[in-house]
């Protein structure tokens, strides 16, 4: 993206003639906000794009809406094929809305893959998956490991071949929500980090763009090699525990988008898997300590 000129940028997204390339899959994407424009020419300056072609998954957009309420507490809404799905969000919220609309559309229409609610991450050719609910840290521990020299794969989805058995890439911005956002900030100054959302109904929230050499590998997929379930616990000892195959596989239940799609023969997909794979819970305060240990079972 980063080699079209800013006016060819511009007017490509702002005509809906802007496809944005991620390997598993491709994204047509326009907005009339310059926030969100601007806003994706830093953070996606990496991925290939392609203009004008009719072949491409998903047609996004956030706009304005057509009411009143263009010029009276102005809003952004979110539309896939020119439909709304959902409410809009106050316009200051317009590029935070792009990202949860697009995994929104990959989550609830994109079923050739088994998904599921998890971060993933990839060194020396093991991926690792992070599942986790709000609030367990996981967008800062990947964050962390994506600018230390792991390979991301994702923040926010680890999509499963049950036919190769293989993690497959979709490689996209990290969210990083309220203290976090100083944090990795502090961590890593050279990391580029989106302007911040603030008061949005996950709190304040920003983007991290992924490291250059993740995106360039978005099609190369990973062999799974560990589960693990990071909790984040302020001031607590970095502990690791082993977790039982029936405990992996009902999180992982509760952590898929699409598991009842596939029935039994998800299910048997999983099982088969786990017995091969390392499966860890792991409660933390110190990101670096849990990098160290998660560093040496990967270099093992």
Known sequence: MSELADTQYLNAVKKSELNIEFGLISVNVSSSFSQVTKT???????????????????????????????????????KLDGHIPFKPLPSAHAYPLFEWGMNWCVANFYHKYLIFHAAVLEKNGKAVIFPAPPGSG???????????????????????????????PFVRPICLKNNSISLVKDWFPEAFISDIATDTQKGDVAHVRPPTDSVRR???????????????????????????????????????????????????????????LLLLEATYSNVDELRNILESEVNN
């Open 138 to 168: 996981k967008s800062t521990l990947c964050a962390s490991l994506a600018l230390s020299g792991w390979r991301l794969l994702s923040d926010e989805m680890a999509v499963l071949d049950i036919e190769t058995g293989k993690v497959l």
């Open 218 to 276: 978005c099609e190369e997929s990973a062999d799974l090699f560990a589960v693990v379930f990071p909790k984040y616990v302020a001031n607590s000892p970095t502990e690791v525990f082993s977790m039982t195959q029936i405990s992996t596989l009902n999180m992982l239940i509760e952590n898929a988008f699409n598991f009842d799609l596939f029935g039994h023969e998800g299910f048997e997909f999983i099982s088969s898997k786990l017995p091969n």
């Open 40 to 78: 994706i020419a830093e953070l996606y300056r990496d991925y290939k794009v392609s203009l004008n072609s009719d072949w491409f998954d998903f047609n996004i957009s956030v706009e304005r809406p057509s009411n009143f309420r263009r010029f009276f507490r102005p809003q952004a809404v979110f």
